[in-house]
Nanobody
């Protein structure tokens, strides 16, 4: 069983930055593919970025050039550095984990989820 706990959300003005963290327990993060997803009110959950156990990354078009996903296996922690934030980035952000060997953004295929952390970007 994998447990995930997110932190680092908050409120920021457009153009600002936030760094989200997700600490995993139960399994070492080096054996996991992990991802960040978000869900705004009234919208479907969508993938933001993922990183596999080899360090290969995958980004949604909305995140490319602004967000960076990384993983510190020594700390069992996943990060999402978000720069140049826009009001449309406002959502609940979730960390997820999977044992699939390739990074992917198919949220329905991730079996393990954190409780989420809110990100609010004001204009």
């Amino acid at each position: 069983q994998v447990q995930l706990v997110e932190s680092g959300g908050g409120s920021v003005q457009a153009g600002g930055s936030l760094r989200l963290s997700c600490t995993a327990s139960g399994y070492t993060s080096s054996s996991l593919t992990m991802g960040w997803f978000r869900q705004a009110p009234g919208k479907e959950r969508e993938g933001v970025a993922a990183i596999d156990n080899g360090g290969s990354t995958l980004y949604a078009d909305s995140a490319k050039g602004r967000f960076t996903i990384s993983k510190d296996n020594a700390k069992n922690t996943l990060y999402l550095q978000m720069n140049s934030l826009k009001p449309e980035d406002t959502a609940m952000y979730y960390c997820a984990a999977d044992f699939f060997v390739v990074a992917h953004l198919r949220h329905r295929d991730y079996p393990y989820w954190g409780q989420g952390t809110q990100v609010t970007v004001s204009s």
